[in-house]
């Protein structure tokens, strides 16, 4: 056929072109066992939180660790800007886990953060808020767990009985023994589906294996909104997320008029969590021009290394709680 010879002669006539280019996709694409992190930037929360408010002058930021898969190129420039940390895969998957499931967990991370700072600001401000339904999402399987249950799996009950925390399943399984087996509901991808777990011993404490993480559904008055990318997870933006919906709800203006930046997790009660990845938050912090940087107490020293090491003249403050850090932003001259 024709048709098939235009073909042929035009491999023929090109092939060196076409094998460069096959080439240069190759070295582009193939990823080694390692990811490069690098300072990354800020999302102002002000465009993210959607509730009315026109009297907020500065800004309320979270910060993120940019995190790029190990390509050649990408290792290559790791080499050039001091900066760039080259980590082994394995120092950030969770056994045989690959980058892309460590992203699907860190959504769920993302929006267990943005309910408990939701929950939490609306309490604080005193702004009504009604929690209607719990959602216990399954995070982790132990290798010594007999069970059918997968990851992802939302827990709806055990043996029968509706479970609204960990801590529900945990007293149904201490009125166990060992090697019972209990029968447990779960939601799999929007169907429900009967699993089983059998009861281990470990340590004088009966375990099933698994581990959970809570979300939750809510109404609120006012009406509120969190806008968020794909391409956004983790947990480390919950004590700016939950400043930044309280700045929405009150009518003074905690920033000031500053760039006020910030990480740490947050738990429902109001406390700050530690996080990874300070050194390139707090650059970014730094890069993106910003007044304060708010960390986690646990990693104060490390942001303070790391200001010193780069000379930055960014202020750090360190808080344990949700309070803590209000009360600095209100008496902020």
Do not use: H
Not at 91 to 99: K, L, N, Q, R
Not at 119 to 144: H, M, Q, S, W
């Amino acid at each position: 056929m024709d048709w098939l010879k235009k073909i042929k002669d035009f491999i023929l006539s090109n092939i060196k072109f076409i094998i460069t280019v096959i080439v240069i996709l190759f070295v582009c694409t193939f990823e080694l066992p390692y990811v490069v992190y690098k300072p990354g930037g800020l999302v102002n929360l002000n465009d993210r939180i959607i509730i009315d408010n026109d009297n907020i002058k500065g800004s309320l930021s979270m910060c993120y660790v940019s995190l790029m898969k190990g390509t050649l190129p990408v290792l290559g420039l790791s080499y050039l800007f001091p900066n760039w940390d080259i980590i082994p895969k394995e120092d950030i998957t969770i056994d045989d886990e690959s980058v892309d499931d460590l992203l699907e967990l860190d959504r769920l991370y993302l929006q267990e953060s943005i309910d408990n700072a939701t929950i939490l600001a609306y309490r604080k401000a005193g702004k009504e808020i009604n929690i209607t339904k719990e959602i216990n999402n399954v995070i982790y399987i132990t290798d010594e767990a007999d069970t059918d249950i997968e990851v992802y799996d939302k827990i709806l009950s055990v043996e029968g009985q509706d479970i609204s925390s960990l801590e529900d399943l945990k007293e149904i399984v201490s009125k166990k023994k060992e090697n019972d087996t209990i029968n447990i509901l779960v939601d799999r991808n929007g169907k429900k589906i009967n699993t089983t777990s059998k009861i281990y011993k470990l340590d004088d404490s009966l375990k099933v294996g698994i581990s959970t993480l809570t979300t939750y559904e809510y109404t609120t008055d006012p009406e509120i909104k969190v806008k968020t990318k794909s391409s956004e997870a983790g947990s480390s933006g919950g004590l700016m997320l939950s400043l930044a919906i309280y700045n929405k709800l009150t009518p003074e203006d905690i920033t000031k008029g500053k760039k006020i930046v910030g990480t740490g997790t947050i738990d429902i009660n109001g406390n700050v969590g530690e996080i990874d990845g300070v050194k390139y938050k707090l650059l970014g912090a730094e890069k993106n021009k910003a007044y304060v940087f708010l960390c986690p107490m646990e990693n104060y020293d490390e942001a303070l290394k790391v200001k010193k090491d780069n000379k930055l003249d960014i202020i750090i403050k360190a808080v344990s709680t949700f309070d803590e850090a209000l009360t600095y932003l209100t008496n902020l001259e």
